[in-house]
């Protein structure tokens, strides 16, 4: 009777550890969940149409290219860089890439020369973002409307000792749309200028912008001119 009495204590002692260790029955668990992939961004800032659709990001060998679109309803508005090569002909390619964007309203541009390689992926991110951007609720919109509010007017012919410059501007409402150039003097500066200069007015919606360096008299008659325009607008 007395050996039986460790027996028991060790026995008891035994399922100590596996009572104190027992599995738990909390069938409960904290799954990490991944966020999805983001849709083209959209904003309304500046108006309720207002959508930023940022483009594929293009590698090239120069290196990755990507642009931002900001559309006011199905139009255009403007084009931002969020990613290019850091190339001379890089950064005096894209105001013109832009400009040309904003022309033609599409991806439907041509390569700008010297930097071909930069002008062919900035077409491909920029195709990417017209297909990526949603269906505007505001596309059924009379345009007649549109057409009505929109006046051309061409600013006055400045003389300068390189040349004419005149430039035709066109209004939607209050905003300047577009900018063209009616008469220009044939020098590469010019050339080269023009459209840095038309980038600059249709982001500061005004003709208090810099000169292009190089092209001072060319800049000078050209913010004249486009003064001149709006003053005149009705």
Do not use: C
Request: net charge negative; no cysteine; charged share 20%.
């Amino acid at each position: 009777m007395k050996r039986a009495i460790p027996v028991l204590v060790l026995t008891v002692a035994g399922l100590i550890p596996v009572w104190r260790y027992a599995p738990s029955t909390d069938t409960s668990s904290t799954t990490e969940v991944a966020e999805p992939a983001s849709a083209p961004s959209t904003s309304s800032s500046g108006g309720a149409s207002n959508q930023v659709v940022a483009g594929s990001t293009i590698k090239t060998e120069k290196g990755p290219v990507q642009v931002e679109v900001t559309f006011d309803g199905d139009k255009i508005s403007s084009v931002r860089m969020l990613q290019q090569p850091n190339h001379p002909q890089t950064k005096a390619a894209v105001p013109k890439l832009i400009a040309e964007t904003l022309t033609a309203q599409s991806a439907d541009i041509d390569a700008v020369s010297g930097a071909t390689i930069t002008s062919e992926g900035y077409v491909e991110s920029l195709q990417a973002a017209i297909d990526a951007k949603p269906a505007s609720s505001s596309s059924s919109s009379s345009p007649s409307a549109s057409a009505a509010a929109s006046q051309v007017v061409a600013g006055s012919a400045v003389g300068t000792e390189k040349g004419t410059v005149q430039v035709e501007v066109t209004f939607e409402g209050d905003k300047i749309d577009a900018v063209r150039m009616l008469q220009q003097p044939n020098h590469p500066q010019t050339k080269a200028a023009v459209p840095k200069l038309i980038a600059e007015t249709l982001e500061a919606q005004s003709s208090d912008i810099d000169a292009v360096s190089g092209a001072t008299i060319t800049s000078e008659g050209y913010v004249e001119s486009l003064q001149a325009a709006i003053d005149a607008k009705g």
